[in-house]
Structure formats: C-alpha cells, structure tokens
Nanobody, 128 residues
Framework: VQLQASGGGLVQAGGSLRLSCAAS????????IGWYRQAPGKQREFVAA???????NYAEAVKGRFTISRANAANTVYLQMNSLKPEDAAVYYC???????????????????????WGQGTQVTVSS
C-alpha cells in the first residue's frame, strides 16, 4: 500500500488549502484513514480521521475549520483546511490502518503510531 499526500503550500493566515491523500488501492479496506501533522521540534499529532463506517473525528484545535472527506472513487481522502492559522504550519502526513482498535476513537488515537501506512508528508506554511 502506498499513500501519496499532496496539496500543501504557502498560504496567508485566514486562507485555505485542500490536502489530498491518494492510496494505491481503495481506501475502503482500511479501518481508519486520517491526517497527522508535525511541526519542527514537536511530536507528530493527530489532526483528523475518518473511519470505514464514515464517522469522523477531529483534534480540538482544528474543529470547525478542517473537514476530512473521501472522494467518490474511494481511493482519495481529502483534508479541507479553512481559516488557517500560523500554528497550523507543519508537515502533514496521511495515515491508514487496518486494525479496528476496538472500533473506538480513543483506541485509534492512542495506538502506536508505528502501526499502519504513512504517506511522505506535505508541507503547509501559514504566514501571519
């Protein structure tokens, strides 16, 4: 499985970007597919994810501003980012996992991040 992330770039604060995560196959086989980000000097952190059942979950910092969705073709997942802030600047990674982690968001978000498949990352820079 290969995940290809794209769509990052430089945007002014308040602007928008849409990230794409294209999987080499359908995303329907995964229990969860989501986005993480890592800023310089910080740990990788959860941003948003979508379960195979269609439910979504967001980090508190991005709720109301970011939206995760899946393309009708099912092999691409998007992260629409609106009202971007300088603190959103980071390398964004898409991630897909097969395990269900008890089918709870707590289980998914507390898992070992070595589990699953990772894309190569796309840089998001937000100027103030």
């Amino acid at each position: 499985v290969q995940l290809q992330a794209s769509g990052g770039g430089l945007v002014q604060a308040g602007g928008s970007l849409r990230l794409s995560c294209a999987a080499s196959g359908s995303t329907e086989e995964f229990s969860y597919i989501g986005w993480y980000r890592q800023a310089p000097g910080k740990q990788r952190e959860f941003v948003a994810a979508r379960s195979s059942g269609g439910s979504v979950n967001y980090a508190e910092a991005v709720k109301g501003r970011f939206t995760i969705s899946r393309a009708n073709a099912a092999n691409t997942v998007y992260l629409q980012m609106n009202s971007l802030k300088p603190e959103d600047a980071a390398v964004y990674y898409c991630n897909a996992v097969l395990s269900s982690y008890g089918s709870t968001w707590e289980g998914y978000k507390s898992r070992d991040l070595d589990d699953g498949y990772w894309g190569q990352g796309t840089q998001v820079t937000v100027s103030s």
